[in-house]
């Protein structure tokens, strides 16, 4: 078992190897000219996958289930990510900047 170990091993390396070499390059956030710079300051601030569920919830106006679909996770992995974003994105942003720039989903469950 332990040669099978080390051949399989061996074919995850290689196959790692060349998914990295294959790989585009994460999408650089951009957003509309009307958003309130502090917001798209604040927006990059946070992780790329609480962003992409935060996004796509407030803005795409998606369920959190249907956003865990898009990015390919668990609705209940999509709803603490989502939390987390917006509690993120609420302390980055004082005043609640959000709902002024015209972003209310952005901030929707925390207070």
């Known amino acids: 078992m332990r040669a099978n170990q080390l051949r399989g ?4 390396s290689r196959l790692v190897a060349r998914l990295v070499t294959q790989l585009p390059e994460p999408p650089v956030l951009t957003v509309a000219h009307d958003i ?3 917001l798209t300051a604040a927006l990059r601030e946070l992780p790329a996958r609480e ?5 796509l ?3 795409d106006e998606l ?19 989502l939390h987390r974003a917006r509690k993120r994105l609420h302390a980055l942003l004082p005043d609640h ?15």
Request: glycine letters at 6%.
């Open 9 to 12: 091993d061996h074919r995850r």
């Open 36 to 38: 309130d710079p502090e």
């Open 51 to 55: 962003r992409e569920l935060l996004l």
């Open 57 to 59: 919830v407030a803005w």
């Open 63 to 81: 369920t959190p289930a249907e956003a865990a679909k898009a990015v390919g996770c668990t609705a209940v992995a999509a709803r603490v990510r």
């Open 97 to 111: 900047a959000a709902r002024a720039a015209g972003a209310p989903g952005l901030l929707e469950d925390i207070e």
